[in-house]
């Protein structure tokens, strides 16, 4: 158990995981970390404990911005949001194309990203039609608990 915690605290290090709940039958961990010493602290994100671990992602309305001549009205815009902590990943591979671009129609079971979370590879859903209107992070970026990875046109 204690090799588990050690594992769990290297890769939360590792991949800047500010959270872990772990749970094994009757157990139940749940590691937390803040800043390193010496950093400023941040604003607390929205807590990742408000929902279960096998939901999926919340999806929202993305708020009113600004409008171009060109752009349809942000209001408009379904946020494809990350389940969880972890890296973002465009494509299955460094080499391979992406699961989708800006412009592509996707439906609600297409696969448009994968977010890496303690070495499992997880699946991102887009969860409506549509198409892409934006993809709001860069591959192999970090993400958080409910950040927005794509913006959809709905169909």
């Known amino acids: 158990m204690i090799e588990d915690?050690?594992?769990?605290?290297?890769?939360?290090t590792a991949h800047d995981i500010?959270?872990?709940n772990f749970e094994d039958g009757d157990k139940r961990i749940v590691l937390r970390r803040?800043?390193?010493a010496g950093a400023p602290a941040e604003a607390p994100a929205e807590s990742a404990m408000?929902?279960?671990?096998?939901?999926?992602?919340p999806s929202r309305q993305a708020e009113p911005a600004p409008a171009?001549?060109?752009s349809k009205p942000a209001d408009e815009l379904f946020e494809i949001l990350s389940p969880m902590v972890g890296t973002f990943y465009?494509?299955?591979?460094p080499d391979g194309e992406p699961y989708a671009a800006h412009g592509a129609r996707i439906t609600e079971d297409t696969v448009v990203c994968i977010v890496e979370a303690m070495k499992v590879m997880?699946?991102?859903?887009?969860?409506c039609s549509g198409t892409i209107a934006e993809i709001c992070v860069k591959n192999t970026q970090p993400v958080e608990y409910g950040q927005v990875l794509f913006?959809?046109?709905p169909a």
């Open 90 to 93: 465009a494509s299955a591979s």
């Open 151 to 153: 913006r959809v046109m």
């Open 122 to 127: 997880n699946e991102i859903r887009a969860e």
């Open 5 to 12: 915690v050690r594992e769990l605290v290297d890769l939360m």
């Open 50 to 57: 408000s929902a279960a671990n096998s939901e999926p992602a």
């Open 68 to 70: 171009d001549a060109d």
């Open 34 to 36: 803040g800043p390193p």
């Open 18 to 20: 500010t959270e872990v």
